[in-house]
C-alpha cells in the first residue's frame, strides 16, 4: 500500500505527461548513439529524479529499477573514514555526495573513479557506459566540482553522469558547458490538474476542479506536494485543504509576530523556532515560509523591506552555523521596522 | 526479460556506430596557417618558429580562445608527428600538479638531453606545457622559477592560464607574454558555419548569432552547443530557442517581463512577487537572469548613469549570495525590489 | 564592588573620555576630610559617574553605602533619584547634597588625623603581639617586637602569618568547632566494625539526638580562606598526625588502593612515641575536585575507603558542585567555609600584619584591597609584601591601581559573564579590553549565554527617550534588532573559527561582534533570572531528530527518491498522519494496514515512532502518540515484532531490492560466496532467472546466516553469479 505519488509515478518516458516537448527531446538523446552528460534542473517536485529515471530506463531497459542499496567507506587524506549510502543497480548508481559535505570530492573522485573503470559487466547491456547520478549537484563543494569537471573528460568512454540539482547558479561554468542542460519547470497548473484527475479517476472518487485549483495553490505549483496532499485528505472529507503542519506552525508564528512586537513575544518566538528546527524542518524553509507569509499580512510598503531583510539573513543563513541567530535576527528586525511603520501610521 | 531479447540486436548495432568525436576535437585547427583568429600572436609565434628559438611563453585570455589550440600545432608544427610525443610533456590542471610533481615529474623530463634528431628539422630543445597554470599553487609555481632557468638550454616552458594575476611574478617575468583577445563575433559565426555545413545543419544566421551572444565569446562553448543542439534535433533544424534552452539562458520574454516589472511607478509589488516566482517555479536560474538583466541595464537608454549604479549594486552583492547559495527565489525578489527603489532613489532600508 | 543601582547611558557616555572629568574641576581637598561621614549616591550626578564619585569620597577617607540608614551623614542626590530612597530620607531625616555640594564639602572640609580606626588597631596589635609573645609557637612573633619591621627574616608573610593556633583562624569559626566535634567524636562513633563499641556509640549518638555522622568530612570553600591551614590545625589540636595528600600526588584508583590502604591499616611510629601527644593518624585528601584524568577511579576508590576506614579522613576542595565532588560528599560530612566577610576579622588582620611590618595603610585602602582579591588572605598578604619593599604607605588610590593589577583571576563561571555584559553597571564600568576578555573565560559558552539573555534585558539606552511610551518600546525593539543584527554577524566570524578556515585569530573578532556588541545596545536591568542557554539542549534535540529523518530516508531511499528535507517537508506531514489513522479509527484491526505502510516504505518500528514525533502543530506528534489506546498500541508493536519485514540493507550487508515474487527463502550461501568476475557466460539463461534473482537478495529479517552474502556486495559480476546459480 505505498502512496499515490509513488503509486502512479510514472517509470517510463512514454508514461510522462507533462512537458511533453522535453520528453520528445529525451527521447531522442536517449536513443541517439552518444548520450552527452546531462544536467538536470527545476524547482523541486518538477519532476527532475522522475525524469531521470524514465531516461535511465530508456536507455537500459528494466534493468535499472532493480535497485539496492548499500554503503560504500572511503578514507579521507586525514584518515577519517566516511561513509556514504549509494543507490545502485547494474547500470547506474545514485550518489548524494553533499550528505558528507566537506568530504564530498573524496566521494567524486574514488567513487566515480571506481566505476569508471570497472567496465560494463554485463555484454548485454544496450550501452556500453554506465550513468553516475549525482543528486543534489548544487550543494556540491567547488573542490568537489573541479574533480568532476576533469572526471567527465577523461571517463567519457564509458561513463556518463547525470547532475541533478535545482539551480544552476553554484553550478560552476566549466561543469555546465560540459553538460547539455535540461530545464524541468515546474508543471503548469493545467498539467497538475490533468494529473490530479487522472489519479482521482484510478482511485475512482470525483476530484471537484475547485478543490483541484485549491490543492495546486497550496502545493506551490510542486507536484509531489500536491499528490501528497491529495493523498492525505480526499476531498470527501470536506472542502478544506489543509497546509503541511509545518506549514500552518509557521503561519501562526507569523500572526503572531504582526500581532504584538515585544521582547517576550520574540522569546516565545525564539521558544517556536527552536521547535521547528528540532522537528526537523530547515532554517531556510522557516525563513522564507515566515518572510512570505508576513509579507501577506502587512501593507504593501512594508513588502520591499521584508524582502530585503529576508534576503538578507537568508544569505547569513547559509554562511553561518547557528540557525537561530539569524532567525531570530530577522525577527527582531521585522518587529522593529513594523512597530516604527505603527507608531507612523498612528503616531 | 523483454529488455534483453531486446539487447541483444541494440548491441550489436551500437558496435557498428563510430565512437563519435566532440566536434571541439574534430575541428579543432591542426597547423598555425588554419588558425583564423588571433592574427597578431600567431603571427608573431609564426616568426619565431622560423628562427627556430623560441623563449618561454606564457599565454593568457578568456577560455575558449584557442590557447591551447596554439599551443599544440605550433608544437605539431615544430616537431612533426614523429618527435612530439618525446619532445612535448603536457600536463593539465587535472593531473597531480603539487610541488612534488614538478619537483620530480617536470624536473626530469626537463634536465633530460635531447636526443639527436636525425631529420634535424625540430628544434633543439623540448617543450613542457602546463595548461590552466594559474590553477597551480604558488609554492609549485615557485618550485618551477629555478627548473626553467637551469635547464633552458633543452627545455622550454609554456605556461597556459586564464589570469594572469595569479601567475606568480617571478615567473611571468621569465617568459614572453601572449594576450589572446576574446574572438570576435565575426569570427565565431564564420568558424560556426563551416563546422555548420560540414556536418550538414541548416541552421539560420540568427541561430549562429545566438550561439554566439550565449557562450560570450569562447568559442568552445560555442561549438559545444552546437554539438549539443544537433543531438537534440538531429534533423538539423536549429532554432535560437533551442539554443538559449541548451546553454540554460532566459528567453528573452521572461526577461522583457522581469525587467519591465520593477520599473514601473507607482511601484507594482504584487506583479514583482508575482513575476518572481513564475520565473522560479520555470525552474530559471537567479544568477542567470541577473546576468541578462545585468546586461540590459548595462545599454539601456532611459535609465541615469546614477540609477544605473544603483542598479548594478544590488546586482553585484545578489549575485555574491547566490553564489554562497542563498535562495533563489528571496534573493531575485530582494534585487528587483531593490532596484525598483534604486531607482526612485530611496535609501536602501527605511530602517 | 558593584552598586546595585541602575546606570544610564548618559553615565556611560560621561565616562567616555579620559581623566576629565566633564564639566566641574574636582577640587583637591584636605587628606581623610571626609573621615568618618557616610555618604549614599543616588540619581544621575551631572559631571561625575557613579564610581568616579564613589572613589573621590573614598579617597577621602569617606564610606560610600548603597542604601540610606540612620546612620548615612549625607545623601548625594542627583537627577532621576530613586523614589525609594527619596521617601526613605524623608523618613530619616538624612541631609542632603547636590554634587557641587559634595565638591564644595570636599574643598571646605579641615584635614582629619589619622584614622580612629587605625590608632585602635595598633593599640590592640601591641596588645596580641604580647599575647602571641607568650605563645611559644609564634616565631613570627618573636622575630617581629612590636613596630619594627621584620624584614630580616626571609619567611613569606603567608607563611609567617599563617594562623599558627585554632584560634587565630579568621572566620568560619563554627565549621572549625564542628570539625574540631568530629574528630573528637571519631573514634567513638566509628569504632572497628563489628566491635560492640561501635554499635554502641552510635545508639549512644543517636539517642543523644545527633546525627550519625560519617567517617570522613568534605571540606569546600573558595581559595585562599584557609581550608588546609584549619584542617591541620584542626588536626594537631586534636591530637591527630596528619598525612596529606594533595594534587601533587598521583592519586589514581591503584595508588589510593596501595598507598592509603597500607598507610590506613598500619601503625605510625609515632603512635608509640610517648613524647609527642599525636597518637593517631588523620589523612587531608587536599585538593580532591583536582582529582582529574589522570586519577581515573580515584574518587570512587576514596568512596569505597571511607565507607570503612579506620582513620579519619578529611576531603578538602573548591568546587563543591563539580560532578566528582558531589558523589563524594554523599559520604563525608558537609562543611562549607565561606569567604570572610569583608570588613570583619579579616580586614583586622591584615591590618595587623601591616602594622606590624610598619606598612601605613588606609582602612579604605583595606577595605578594597579586600574586595578586588575576593577575601584571599593569602594573596593580600602577598600583595602587601611585595608592595612593602618598595614603599611604606598604601593610600586608596594606589590600592585601587595594585588591586587591579594583581586582581584575582577567578575563573568566572558563565553567569558572572553575561551578567558582566548585560548588567548595565557592570558593563558601563568595564572598559573595551576588559569586555574583550571576558569573552575569554569561556569562549564556547559567553555568545551562547549572551544570545540567550539579550532579550530579557530591559536596555538602558532605550530609557532616555521615556517620554513616549509607544517611542520607548519602539527603541527598545530598534536596539533587539541591532544586537540580534550583530550576533548574528557573530555567527559568521564564529563559521570562520571553526569551519575548515580555521581562523582562530578572528577570536577577538567573535568575541566583539557576539558579546561586546550586543551587551552596548542591551545592556540594563536584567528582568528574571539569567538562563543557561537553550540552544545547547535545542541543538543536540535537532541533531538527533535529523539523524532519525536521515536513516529514514536511506531506508526509504529505495522507493522514494528525494531527499531528506523534501521528505520531511513533503511526506511527513501525510506519512505522520496515515500511520496513525488507522490505528485511532479501526484500533486493533488497523494494525495491519499500518505494517504494510511501513513495510512498502521499508521502515521500521522505530522510524515509525520518529516519523510521527516529527509532525508539529496541533495536532502534533505527541498528541497522536497519545491517543492511540495503549492496548493498539501494543498490539502493534508485537505484530510487528512476531511478522517479518524486507529491510534495505544499509550498512555492510547485503543490498537487495523487493521484488514481486513473494518471500520464498533461497538460502545460496555457497554461491553467493562464489564471486568471481566473470560474467555469466550463458545470457539466455539469465534471462530467464529474473525473478528468481530479486528473491536471493531477499533477506527476511531474522535470518541471520544469510549475513555472509555481504561478499555480494561489490560488483555486478556478483550478483550474477549469484543469479546464474540460484536456480
Known amino acids: 500500500m505505498s502512496l499515490w505519488v509513488d503509486k502512479y509515478r510514472p517509470t517510463e518516458l512514454s508514461t510522462l505527461t507533462c512537458h511533453q516537448a522535453l520528453t520528445g527531446q529525451l527521447k531522442q538523446l536517449a536513443n541517439s548513439s552518444d548520450l552527452p552528460h546531462l544536467l538536470f534542473y527545476g524547482p523541486s517536485g518538477a519532476g527532475k529524479k522522475t525524469r531521470i529515471l524514465a531516461v535511465l530506463r530508456e536507455l537500459f531497459g528494466s534493468g535499472v529499477e532493480k535497485i539496492k542499496l548499500d554503503t560504500r567507506n572511503f578514507t579521507t587524506p586525514s584518515n577519517r573514514a566516511i561513509s556514504i549510502s549509494v543507490v545502485s543497480s547494474l547500470y547506474h548508481l545514485e550518489v548524494t555526495p553533499s550528505d558528507i559535505g566537506f568530504y564530498d570530492r573524496i566521494v567524486i573522485q574514488d567513487l566515480i573513479k571506481e566505476v569508471a573503470q570497472a567496465p560494463q559487466l554485463d555484454l548485454n547491456a544496450r550501452q556500453r557506459f554506465k550513468v553516475v547520478v549525482i543528486h543534489e549537484a548544487d550543494t556540491l563543494t567547488r573542490d568537489a566540482q573541479t574533480a568532476l569537471r576533469r572526471t567527465m573528460e577523461r571517463y567519457t568512454a564509458n561513463l556518463r553522469i547525470i547532475l541533478c540539482c535545482n539551480t544552476t547558479s553554484r553550478i560552476i561554468s566549466p561543469i555546465r558547458s560540459r553538460c547539455l542542460l535540461v530545464r524541468v519547470a515546474a508543471p503548469s497548473v493545467e498539467e497538475i490538474e490533468h494529473v490530479l484527475q487522472d489519479v482521482a479517476s484510478k482511485e475512482s472518487f470525483a476530484l471537484p476542479a475547485p478543490v483541484a485549483k485549491r490543492i495546486i495553490d497550496q502545493s506551490d505549483s510542486n507536484l509531489r506536494r500536491a499528490l501528497l496532499m491529495l493523498d492525505g485528505h480526499p476531498p470527501t472529507e470536506g472542502q478544506q485543504v489543509p497546509a503541511a503542519d509545518w506549514q500552518e506552525y509557521i503561519q501562526e508564528v507569523a500572526a503572531s509576530i504582526v500581532q504584538e512586537q515585544s521582547p517576550q513575544r520574540l522569546l516565545q518566538v525564539r521558544t517556536k523556532f527552536y521547535e521547528l528546527l528540532s522537528h526537523c524542518i530547515p532554517a531556510e524553509t522557516i525563513l522564507k515560509t515566515l518572510a512570505f507569509e508576513l509579507m501577506k499580512n502587512v501593507d504593501d510598503q512594508l513588502k520591499p523591506d521584508i524582502a530585503e531583510q529576508a534576503a538578507f539573513f537568508d544569505h547569513r543563513l547559509r554562511c553561518g552555523q547557528k540557525a537561530i541567530f539569524h532567525l531570530e535576527a530577522f525577527t527582531a528586525k521585522f518587529m522593529s521596522i513594523y512597530k516604527r511603520y505603527l507608531i507612523s501610521l498612528y503616531g | 526479460m523483454s529488455f534483453f531479447q531486446r539487447a541483444v540486436p541494440a548491441s550489436k548495432a551500437r558496435s557498428a556506430v563510430p565512437e563519435a568525436l566532440p566536434w571541439v576535437e574534430k575541428y579543432r585547427p591542426k597547423t598555425m596557417r588554419d588558425i583564423t583568429a588571433q592574427e597578431e600572436v600567431v603571427q608573431v609565434l609564426s616568426r619565431t618558429v622560423e628562427s627556430r628559438n623560441l623563449p618561454h611563453l606564457l599565454f593568457y585570455g578568456p577560455p575558449g580562445t584557442g590557447k591551447t589550440t596554439t599551443i599544440l600545432a605550433l608544437a605539431r608544427e615544430m616537431y612533426g608527428h614523429e618527435s612530439f610525443k618525446s619532445r612535448v610533456l603536457e600536463l593539465n590542471a587535472s593531473d597531480e600538479r603539487g610541488i612534488q610533481v614538478v619537483r620530480e615529474k ?19 630543445y623540448k617543450l613542457v606545457i602546463l595548461d590552466e597554470a ?51 563575433a565575426h569570427d565565431t559565426v564564420g568558424r560556426l558555419q563551416y563546422i555548420g555545413n560540414q556536418e550538414g545543419l541548416r541552421c539560420t544566421d540568427e541561430a549562429y548569432n545566438a550561439l554566439v551572444r550565449v557562450s560570450g565569446g569562447d568559442l568552445r562553448r560555442a561549438i559545444t552547443f552546437l554539438q549539443s543542439a544537433h543531438r537534440l534535433h538531429p534533423d538539423g533544424h536549429i532554432s535560437v530557442k533551442a539554443i538559449e534552452e541548451m546553454a540554460g539562458a532566459v528567453p528573452e520574454a521572461v526577461i522583457d517581463l522581469l525587467w519591465s516589472v520593477w520599473q514601473q511607478t507607482p511601484v507594482a509589488y504584487d506583479q514583482i512577487i508575482g513575476a518572481v516566482s513564475m520565473a522560479i517555479q520555470a525552474g530559471y536560474s537567479a544568477a542567470q537572469i541577473l546576468l541578462q538583466m545585468h546586461d540590459r541595464l548595462v545599454v539601456d537608454v532611459t535609465l541615469s548613469s546614477l540609477q544605473k549604479s544603483r542598479v548594478a549594486l544590488v546586482f553585484g552583492e545578489v549575485d555574491k549570495r547566490l553564489v554562497d547559495g542563498a535562495d533563489e527565489h528571496l534573493q531575485l525578489l530582494d534585487t528587483l525590489m531593490r532596484a525598483s527603489r534604486a531607482l526612485t532613489g530611496a535609501t536602501e532600508s527605511s530602517a | 564592588m558593584l552598586l546595585n543601582c541602575p546606570r544610564s547611558f548618559w553615565e556611560r557616555k560621561a565616562r567616555a573620555g579620559p581623566k576629565a572629568p566633564g564639566s566641574k574641576e574636582i577640587p583637591q581637598g584636605a587628606p581623610n576630610c571626609l573621615q568618618g561621614l557616610t555618604f549614599v549616591f543616588t540619581g544621575e550626578l551631572d559631571s561625575l559617574s557613579r564610581e568616579e564619585a564613589t572613589d573621590l569620597v573614598k579617597r577621602y577617607g569617606g564610606r560610600v553605602t548603597g542604601a540610606p540608614s540612620s546612620r548615612t551623614s549625607y545623601v548625594v542626590l542627583g537627577e532621576d533619584a530613586g523614589e525609594k530612597k527619596l521617601e526613605k530620607i524623608k523618613t530619616l531625616k538624612i541631609p542632603t547634597l547636590s554634587e557641587d555640594g559634595l565638591l564644595d564639602l570636599i574643598r571646605n572640609e579641615p584635614a582629619k588625623g ?41 619567611e613569606m608573610w603567608t607563611d609567617k602569618y599563617k594562623p599558627k593556633q585554632l584560634k587565630d583562624i579568621c572566620g568560619n569559626k563554627s565549621n572549625i568547632e564542628r570539625l574540631g566535634q568530629w574528630l573528637r567524636d571519631w573514634y567513638v562513633c566509628n569504632a572497628p566494625v563489628g566491635s560492640d563499641i561501635f554499635t554502641n556509640a552510635q545508639c549512644d549518638c543517636r539517642a543523644k539526638g545527633r546525627r550519625v555522622e560519617h567517617r570522613a568530612v568534605l571540606i569546600s570553600g573558595p581559595p585562599g580562606i584557609g581550608k588546609t591551614t584549619a584542617a591541620r590545625l584542626v588536626c594537631e589540636a586534636e591530637g591527630y598526625h596528619v598525612i596529606e595528600f594533595n594534587a601533587s600526588d598521583a592519586r589514581s584508583k591503584k595508588m ?52 570503612k576506614t579506620k582513620t579519619p579522613i578529611i576531603c578538602i576542595c573548591n568546587d563543591r558542585q563539580s560532578p566528582k565532588v558531589r558523589s563524594l560528599a554523599n559520604y563525608c560530612n558537609d562543611l562549607r567555609f565561606r569567604r570572610l566577610p569583608k570588613r570583619g576579622v579579616l580586614l583586622t588582620n591584615t591590618y595587623a600584619a601591616c602594622i606590624r611590618e610598619g606598612l601605613k595603610l588606609q582602612p579604605n585602602a583595606v577595605d578594597h584591597l579586600v574586595t578586588s582579591t575576593h577575601s584571599d588572605i593569602r594573596q593580600m598578604l602577598n600583595i602587601l609584601a611585595a608592595w612593602k619593599l618598595a614603599r611604606t604607605s598604601l593610600d586608596y588610590d594606589e590600592v585601587k591601581e595594585l588591586g587591579k593589577l594583581s586582581e584575582k583571576h577567578v575563573s568566572m563561571g558563565p553567569f558572572d559573564i553575561v551578567g558582566k555584559y548585560l548588567q548595565g553597571q557592570a558593563y558601563s564600568s568595564a572598559s573595551v579590553a576588559e569586555k574583550l576578555d571576558l569573552y575569554f573565560n569561556d569562549f564556547s559558552l559567553a555568545p551562547l549565554m549572551v544570545q540567550e539573555n539579550y532579550l530579557r534585558v530591559a536596555p538602558s539606552m532605550a530609557r532616555s527617550a521615556q517620554a513616549d511610551p509607544r517611542e520607548a518600546s519602539a527603541r527598545v525593539l530598534d536596539l533587539i534588532a541591532q544586537a540580534s543584527e550583530s550576533i548574528s554577524q557573530g555567527d559568521l566570524v564564529d563559521s570562520a573559527i571553526h569551519g575548515s578556515q580555521q581562523q582562530w585569530g578572528l577570536m577577538p573578532t567573535h568575541a566583539l561582534f557576539s558579546c561586546v556588541r550586543p551587551a552596548y545596545y542591551m545592556h540594563g536591568g536584567m528582568q528574571g533570572m539569567y538562563q543557561f542557554p537553550g540552544w545547547l539542549g535545542q541543538n543536540s534535540k535537532a541533531g538527533k531528530t535529523d539523524r532519525q529523518l536521515a536513516d529514514a530516508q536511506a531506508r526509504m531511499r529505495a522507493r522514494v527518491a528525494c531527499d531528506k528535507q523534501e521528505i520531511r517537508k513533503t511526506y511527513v506531514p501525510l506519512l505522520s498522519r496515515a500511520m496513525v489513522q488507522p490505528l485511532l479509527s479501526e484500533g486493533v484491526d488497523g494494525v495491519q494496514s499500518v505494517i504494510n505502510l511501513l513495510d512498502t516504505y521499508y521502515l521500521t518500528r522505530d522510524d515509525w515512532e520518529a516519523l510521527i514525533a516529527m509532525r508539529l502543530g496541533p495536532e502534533s506528534g505527541e498528541q497522536l502518540m497519545k491517543q492511540i489506546p495503549s492496548n493498539v498500541k501494543s498490539a502493534f508493536t508485537r505484530a510487528y515484532n512476531k511478522s517479518n519485514h524486507p529491510t534495505v540493507a544499509v550498512a555492510k550487508k547485503p543490498a537487495k531490492k523487493e521484488s514481486g515474487a513473494g518471500l520464498s527463502e533461497q538460502p545460496d550461501l555457497e554461491e553467493a560466496l562464489d564471486v568471481d568476475e566473470a560474467p555469466a557466460a550463458d545470457s539466455d539463461e539469465d534471462n530467464g532467472d529474473d525473478g528468481i534473482e530479486g528473491d536471493a537478495f531477499i533477506k527476511v529479517k531474522g535470518a541471520g546466516a544469510r549475513a555472509k552474502g555481504t561478499t555480494s556486495r561489490r560488483g555486478r559480476g556478483a550478483s550474477k553469479s549469484t543469479r546464474g546459480r540460484a536456480k
Not at chain 3, 596580641?128 to 627574616?153: C, F, G
Not at chain 3, 592509603?260 to 603512635?271: A, H, P
Not at chain 3, 609527642?276 to 585538593?287: F, G, Q
Not at chain 3, 580515584?298 to 569505597?304: H, K, T, V
Open chain 3, 256 to 307: 589510593i588502593e596501595g598507598n592509603l590502604g597500607e598507610m590506613l591499616n598500619s601503625r605510625t611510629m609515632i603512635e608509640y612515641d610517648n613524647s609527642t601527644e599525636l597518637h593517631r593518624n588523620a589523612v587531608v585528601m587536599d585538593e580532591v575536585d583536582g582529582m582529574s584524568a589522570g586519577d581515573r577511579g580515584g574518587i570512587a576508590q576514596l568512596i569505597q575507603f571511607i565507607k
Open chain 2, 134 to 184: 594559474d590553477a597551480m599553487t604558488s609554492d609549485a609555481q615557485a618550485a618551477l622559477r629555478r627548473t626553467m632557468e637551469t635547464y633552458s638550454k633543452v627545455t622550454r616552458f609554456c605556461l597556459i592560464c586564464n589570469y594572469v594575476s595569479r601567475i606568480i611574478e617571478p615567473l611571468a617575468s621569465r617568459c614572453a607574454k601572449f594576450r589572446f583577445k576574446p574572438l570576435n
Open chain 3, 114 to 154: 589619622e584614622p580612629d580606626m587605625a590608632a585602635a588597631m595598633s593599640s590592640k596589635m601591641q596588645l596580641s603581639d604580647k599575647a602571641s609573645k607568650s605563645a611559644p609557637s609564634e616565631p613570627a612573633a618573636d622575630a617581629a617586637p612590636t613596630k619594627s619591621p621584620a624584614l630580616e627574616s626571609g
Open chain 2, 106 to 124: 617536470v624536473k626530469n623530463f626537463a634536465r633530460i638531453a635531447v636526443a639527436h634528431d636525425p631529420s634535424g628539422k625540430a628544434p633543439p
